[in-house]
């Protein structure tokens, strides 16, 4: 086994851990961690979860309206 398959197996043996402790699935642990990362990088620029997510979806919009653009001319 590699130290990388180790790492991963260690990591998934602390989620199931905090499952347990939490009587939650570990997929339902694994989103939290998800959202948890994304807040420490959002504190991380200063900005707060949800302006983190206006930002996503100002970028979508814009990307969305210059492809309609371009598909006009």
């Known amino acids: 086994m590699t130290a990388e398959e180790s ?3 260690r990591s998934d043996d602390q989620l199931r851990a905090i499952a347990r402790r939490n009587n939650m699935s570990a997929e339902e642990t694994e989103e939290l961690r998800s959202d948890d ?4 990088i959002a504190r991380r620029n200063n900005e707060t979860f949800e302006v983190m997510n206006q930002h996503q ?3 979508r ?3 969305l309206n210059s ?4 598909s006009k001319t």
């Open 37 to 40: 990362q994304l807040r420490q």
């Open 61 to 63: 919009l814009r990307t």
């Open 57 to 59: 979806t100002s970028d």
């Open 67 to 70: 492809k309609a653009t371009e």
């Open 7 to 9: 790492e991963e197996l």
